[in-house]
């Protein structure tokens, strides 16, 4: 393996467990996992708008960069081929 390609499982590892922790600060609609993990620091920080639409956009840019190391992986082993 490349250095390439363990750095960025490193990142894909890195940027999978930010994912989840991100999704799981939102804001609860109704009850779920966010709720039940993260119920106290949830109402704390989805009480205001702005740090709602924050987290959001965190939420996006992690999102992005997960599907963007995934998509590299998938070109180096497609390419090793």
Do not use: P, Y
């Amino acid at each position: 393996m490349t250095a390439l390609t363990i750095a960025l499982q490193v990142v894909l590892v890195l940027t999978s467990v930010f994912l989840v922790l991100t999704i799981l600060m939102h804001k609860g609609r109704g009850g779920g996992l966010s709720d039940m993990f993260g119920g106290g620091l949830s109402s704390a920080v989805g009480g205001s708008g702005v740090a709602e639409r924050n987290l959001n956009r965190i939420t996006v840019g992690v999102a992005l960069a997960w599907v963007s190391v995934i998509v590299l992986l998938g070109l180096i082993q497609k390419s090793q081929l």
